[in-house]
């Protein structure tokens, strides 16, 4: 599918755009929702300027800073998350990258995890390189995450520390090194309905098997605060749109589906979605988890009729 025909998808009333996309995550997924959590690792102080990020050491937002947890911190994490139903644990650091030393404390906590608990182990550690990604593969991480966040033409007005390229290179490091690939972005950003296409454009292209959809959480002290925020229908259509492009992949809605969707979360697993984020975002609060888990049993209740 070229790009203008992606484009005019997002044209089509909402009801058929998310029927369709529907009706394609019936015939290529396994209905059932791929469930995700996050431990946040170590926080604050990145380097990089990415406007959408409270972590960054370029704007006052009063997130927490903390060094690298401890493994018995991220075990406790990991243990929770299995308890909740989580099917992976994703172990998140901010920065623009590790050293090899902090990559082999990561592996380790990896092996430490995979021994003790029956849970696939994510890591999203910024930009690695193949050496160290192929270290974190040998100690049992199942999938690396590494967001594009955007299209190659808008990213430059978002992110100046460092280039779209440099994050293409590094899911392509994962895929080399034997990992599954997690890769997505964030909507409501300011960018064009062309953006958010040309973004599922590449991540089909680099085919990548998780596809998570943030939508922006304007955070006071980002440079995005005062943005307009996306509608409803236009989340609801991307959702869609994503799932149309990508139909065998995991299309997860994550950071920003409560404030956005509120009651209507559950219209985007009928609009192509097939996995969420539960236990919060980093800096950021979700819904209480029995909260998501009923819904969890609510979706896989009709999906099921």
């Not at 290179?169 to 994962?174: Q, S």
């Amino acid at each position: 599918m070229k790009l203008e025909e992606i484009i005019s998808l997002f044209d089509m009333p909402l009801s058929e755009l998310a029927a369709k996309a529907d009706k394609v995550r019936r015939g290529k997924t396994d209905n059932k929702l791929d469930i995700c959590t996050l431990c946040n690792a170590r926080s604050g102080l990145c380097s990089e300027d990415c406007k959408f990020c409270a972590q960054s050491v370029h704007y006052d937002t009063g997130t927490p800073v903390y060094s690298m947890m401890s493994i018995n911190e991220i075990m406790e994490n990991a243990f929770k998350a299995r308890e909740n139903g989580s099917k992976r644990f994703g172990i998140v650091t901010s920065g623009q990258g590790l050293n090899m030393e902090e990559v082999g404390f990561i592996a380790t906590v990896v092996k430490e995890i995979k021994n003790k608990l029956d849970i696939e182990v994510c890591a999203s550690l910024g930009c690695l390189d193949y050496d160290q990604l192929v270290l974190l593969k040998k100690s049992g991480l199942s999938r690396y995450h590494h967001n594009i966040e955007t299209s190659r033409e808008y990213f430059p007005k978002i992110v100046s520390t460092h280039t779209f390229d440099e994050r293409i290179v590094t899911i392509r490091n994962a895929v080399k090194a034997g990992l599954s690939t997690c890769s997505g972005g964030i909507i409501g950003m300011g960018e064009s309905r062309r953006d958010r296409a040309d973004m599922a454009l590449t991540l089909k292209e680099l085919n990548v098997d998780s596809v998570p959809i943030n939508i922006l959480m304007p955070l006071a002290g980002t440079p995005l605060t005062e943005i307009t925020p996306i509608t409803m229908s236009e989340v609801l259509k991307t959702v869609a749109v994503f799932r149309i492009l990508m139909p065998d992949k995991t299309i997860k809605i994550a950071a920003g589906r409560e404030s956005f969707l509120k009651d209507f979360q559950g219209m985007a697993f009928m609009s192509g979605a097939n996995g969420m984020l539960i236990g919060g975002y980093l800096t950021q609060r979700g819904r209480s988890v029995e909260e998501d888990k009923n819904m969890i049993d609510e979706i896989h209740h009709i999906w099921n009729l």
